[in-house]
Every structure is written in C-alpha cells, then in structure tokens.
Antibody, heavy 118, light 111 residues
Framework: QVQLAQSGTEVRKPGASVKISCQAS????????MQWVRQAPGHGLEWMGM????????AYSQAFRGRVTLTSDTSTSTVYLQLSSLRSEDTAVYYC???????????WGQGTLVSVSS | QSVLTQPPSVSGAPGQTITIFCTGS?????????VHWYKQLPRTAPKLLLY???KRPSGVPDRFSGTKSGTSASLAITGLQAEDEADYYC???????????FGGGTKLTVL
C-alpha cells in the first residue's frame, strides 16, 4: 500500500534552517507530484509548494518564495523540504502529500513537527 | 486571511444535513478550477474527502457530496453521524497566486 514516511521532529533556533524528508513507497514515485502543506498549532492548512519528482520542476507559494526549496531523489524515492531563515511562526506540523496532477492530495504523510524557539 | 473563505464552525444533529460553503474569487473557484475537500480529525493528517468538486475517492460514503457555482463551492453531508465531527478544508488552484490555496477550515460539531 502507499506509504509516505516523514522524518522525525526537529527543533531549531530562529535564523536556522531545517530539512525534512518524505520517503514514498507502494507506488511509482516519478508518476505523482508531491505537495507540501503545513499546519501551525491551532491553525488551518497552508500550502507551501510542490515538486514533480520526475523532472524536478517546482512551484512555491509566494508566502515562502526565497525561503523554501523542494528537491527529490529518485534513487531513494524521497522528497525533501528545506526551509531557511526560520522564525517562531514557522513552528508547525509539515505534511507531504502524493498528488496525481498537482492539484489535490490523494495520500498524506504522518507529518513532521518543526519547533522554532530560542 | 485565507483566499478561500469558510465559516469557522457549523453544527447539526445526528441524521440531519449540513452544508459547508467555500467562497473564493474570479482567480480560483470563479475561474473554473476544481475544488477539493479534506476532513481532518484532531492530531491526525488530513484525509481526502472529495476531489474535482464532486468526486469521491474509494471508501468515502455517498453521504458526502460537492457542488460549485460561480465563485463558491459547497460540501454537503447528509445523515450526519458522530464520526463526522472534524475539521473540513477546501482547496483550489489560484491563478493570481500561481499556486494552490486552502480555506481557513470549518469545525463541524455533531450535537
């Protein structure tokens, strides 16, 4: 069955960077986009961006442009999200999600908590 | 302030029908882009409920349906059950932002 296994909790100080991973299994990795969505405590879902793992093309939310980088490694079926210049408002659970056409998310990872605190 | 506007909360008694609206603009729903809906239980990842405005993934009961008109979309749940109590989110592509956007979410309480 499809599984998206995300890396574990990360704790960072303001100004630092974080890189979290999402390893896919149970389907052909290169035939689906991967979206990234985050959810701050007590808040709603926020779209961050997506990547086409086959060709590496990306699209980012304007809210994160310049701070977020999505990459993929087809040899390990893993997608990475790197977020830089972290601030306390970036404290959130970050989800990856398999997306057939880059529009909706069909399957979700379990989420990765990123905590930013001095 | 979300690009897609949802009511913060709705409620209904078991067996009743509720509707959650998602209001957008001419650059997203009004431009003809599909709307997708998700259900999220506390402390869990969201789950796809409807895609392409009114299509149900395998396993989603037909008590859930979606429509779209103009710059708004709606999710209807008939025969409300206790297990339907959750947060619901709409999502659509926005051409002016060149990316996807979510509604602010609606908390459904089953009385």
């Amino acid at each position: 069955q499809v599984q998206l296994a995300q890396s574990g909790t990360e704790v960072r100080k303001p100004g630092a960077s974080v890189k979290i991973s999402c390893q896919a299994s149970g389907y052909t990795f290169t035939t689906y986009y991967m979206q990234w969505v985050r959810q701050a405590p007590g808040h709603g879902l926020e779209w961050m961006g997506m990547i086409n793992p086959q060709i590496g093309s990306t699209a980012y939310s304007q809210a994160f442009r310049g701070r977020v980088t999505l990459t993929s490694d087809t040899s390990t079926s893993t997608v990475y999200l790197q977020l830089s210049s972290l601030r306390s408002e970036d404290t959130a659970v970050y989800y990856c999600g398999r997306s057939p056409y880059g529009d909706y998310v069909l399957d979700w990872g379990q989420g990765t908590l990123v905590s930013v605190s001095s | 302030q979300s690009v897609l506007t949802q009511p913060p909360s709705v409620s209904g008694a078991p067996g009743q029908t509720i509707t959650i609206f998602c209001t957008g603009s001419s650059s997203n729903i009004g431009a003809g882009y599909d709307v997708h809906w998700y259900k999220q239980l506390p402390r869990t990842a969201p789950k796809l409920l409807l895609y392409g405005t009114n299509k149900r993934p395998s396993g989603v009961p037909d008590r859930f349906s979606g429509t779209k008109s103009g710059t708004s979309a709606s999710l209807a749940i008939t025969g409300l059950q206790a297990e339907d109590e959750a947060d619901y989110y709409c999502q659509a592509y926005d051409s002016s932002l060149s990316g996807s956007v979510f509604g602010g979410g609606t908390k459904l309480t089953v009385l």
